[in-house]
């Protein structure tokens, strides 16, 4: 690869809003021969046939940010892999991180609630398993601490691999946490929610985070969700 082609590259990645990028693990850099192949060999951000299976396997077992640490299990996303609808939200908490899938906890249950209820409501049957769940990053941060700038700008970049994939109709994000990692805006999310914005072409519905609806003094922040 040439400066210039590396160059067009990281301007692409950083007009997606992506400014940190990792050393593929394909190559251990000890193996890597100097003269022959480049030092770093940059990820491909939407390659051509993607598919979840390849993206997972890309994953692999991880170690590209220290949310590795302490992880169980690699959360990467489930549901129905077509969907027109995918929910973003920030990251695996203990029960996730046991299980090895997305929003299976108390926040879990209540984001069940509010797709199937809702929807039923609105006449329209759709199921939690209609839709795919995934998080910006896929590693549980310790003591479900925000996950860190770097850690969701290096793991977003398999998010941003699922989305372009499924090529879902609509994203819903939960959580300021998921709303900067896909929009990176400034703004709050009590003043973003409910508003549709877009992310490469695929409006994007913001709304609150289940955990943040579990408290109970945010029973009116429920009830706008
Ligand atoms: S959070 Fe993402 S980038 Fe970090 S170790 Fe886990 S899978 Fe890798």
């Excluded at 491909?44 to 993206?55: C, N, R, S």
């Excluded at 108390?106 to 069940?112: D, F, K, N, P, Y």
């Amino acid at each position: 690869m040439t400066p210039d082609q590396i160059r067009d590259y990281l301007k692409y990645y950083r007009d997606l809003g992506i400014e940190t990028i990792y050393r593929s693990t394909s190559i251990p850099l000890e193996q890597t021969p100097l003269l022959s192949k480049p030092l770093i060999e940059l990820p491909v951000l939407a390659p051509e046939g993607d598919t979840l299976q390849k993206i997972r396997a890309d994953i692999g077992d991880c170690q590209r940010c220290r949310l590795c640490e302490a992880r169980k299990k690699i959360v990467f996303g489930s549901g129905n892999e077509t969907s027109p609808l995918v929910f973003v939200g920030e990251g695996p908490g203990a029960d996730e991180d046991e299980q090895g899938v997305p929003f299976v906890g108390r926040a879990g249950q209540l984001l069940t609630q509010m797709i199937e209820n809702t929807a039923a409501k609105e006449g329209i049957p759709v199921k939690r398993s209609d839709v795919y769940i995934c998080n910006v990053v896929k590693c549980r941060p310790p003591e479900n601490r925000a996950p860190q700038p770097d850690e969701m700008e290096i793991c977003g970049q398999f998010l941003f691999r699922q989305l372009m994939t499924i090529k879902p109709k609509a994203i819903c994000v939960l959580g300021a946490t998921a709303m900067k990692a896909l929009l990176n805006t400034k703004e709050g999310i009590t003043k973003s929610r409910g508003q549709w914005q877009k992310w490469n072409g695929i409006p994007v519905m913001i709304t609150y985070h289940p955990s943040y609806l579990l408290r109970q003094y945010n029973a009116q922040a429920k009830r706008e969700a």
